[in-house]
């Protein structure tokens, strides 16, 4: 069955032809410079400096047109997803493209001004070579910083879109934790490649690294199993912020905040009560909140002997009663013994 082609496929051998075109001519026309200034110039110094000049200036000219594509068609075409991830993305992407041209162009604007110097001119190349080692610190920097922006997005947009749905208590306690492990892993990865770079015995680090932290491990062990049971408390979720929860010690009060060391209790009297976490996973622990909030409250009232029994259970029964907190259904009961 023969169809017809849309409009966009019958013009699509055109585009291709013209976008062909004009790369032929653009490619063209910069030989035609190179060539005049290398005739201008001779091969001298001078020709690589102003082929330096030039090629740094062409990076900052492709990342302010890049820059401007991304703000533009690359906006547009990312506000027709459901999701906000890819736009927030977008805008740490956008945001060090002009760093990036910078530092781009500044390298191979070196090493083209390289190309000018004499070999035996140690000095000059000295300086060259402490300026790329500056600029790829600088670039190190800047992926570093992308690198951990990203990831740092994508992880607070999954926690946020999972407590939703379940614990937002759960998003405002892990999410800082998590944070914080992903930038010191991303950071300490950078470090490493940098120091590869610049041929530094990495095993050696790593070897010191690893000696360090068995020692740290051994000397803040009860530290570290606090934090692991912080964790586990993050994710079991035994209880939850403002929860009413009695501890074995017999304290009892609300769950005021659930740290990586430690969770902090609201007892009756406004006092905070430290309790580490390892505590809190090796013993049973009472919520009051879970799965219900509503909980039976015990008073003990003594009555002098001779007492109207009657009218002592009549009384106290219209005070529970008339209480706002008190449920109707399970009634109130009062018992003597």
């Known amino acids: 069955m023969a169809r017809r082609d849309s409009g966009l ?14 790369s032929t001519v653009v490619m063209y026309n910069i030989n035609v410079i190179f060539e005049v200034l290398h005739r201008m110039l001779g091969d001298g110094p001078l020709y690589h400096s102003v082929m330096a000049c030039f090629i740094f200036t062409v990076a900052l000219v492709c990342g302010k047109v890049f820059k401007f594509f991304l703000n533009t068609t690359g906006r547009r075409l990312i506000r027709k997803t459901k999701s906000d991830l890819d736009d927030k993305i977008l805008a740490i992407i956008v945001s060090p493209l002009m760093p ?80 914080r492990v992903l930038t010191f892993v991303v950071a300490a990865l950078a470090i490493i490649i940098v120091m590869d770079h610049f041929g530094q015995n990495v095993n050696s680090l790593l070897t010191l690294l690893g000696a360090g932290s068995l020692a740290l491990g051994l000397a803040a062990q009860d530290t570290i199993s606090n934090m692991i049971s912080g964790f586990v408390i993050m994710i079991d979720r035994p209880f ?28 009756f009297d406004h006092n905070l009560i430290v309790v580490p976490n390892n505590d809190l996973i090796r013993t049973r622990i009472v919520n009051y909140s879970y799965p219900s909030p509503e909980h039976r409250v015990i008073v003990d009232v003594s009555a002098a002997f001779g007492t109207d029994i009657d009218a002592m259970k009549a009384l106290m029964l219209e005070a529970a009663q008339c209480h706002p907190e008190v449920l109707l259904e399970p009634v109130p009961e009062v018992f003597l013994v």
């Open 9 to 22: 496929e019958a013009w699509k051998p055109g585009i291709e032809v013209g976008m062909q075109t004009i």
């Open 100 to 179: 990036v041209a910078a530092v781009t162009g500044a390298y191979y604007g070196l090493r083209e001004l390289r190309m000018g110097v004499d070999s035996n001119n140690a000095g000059f190349h000295g300086v060259i070579d402490g300026a790329n080692a500056v600029l790829f610190i600088l670039s190190a920097l800047i992926i570093t910083v992308i690198v951990i922006r990203i990831l740092s997005t994508i992880i607070v947009h999954m926690m946020e879109n999972y407590s939703r749905n379940n614990d937002a208590s759960l998003h405002q306690a892990l999410t800082p934790l998590m944070n």
């Open 240 to 267: 939850h912020i403002g929860d009413r929860i009695k501890i074995p010690t017999g304290e009892e009060g609300d769950v005021y905040e659930i740290g990586m060391r430690s969770t902090t209790i609201l007892d």
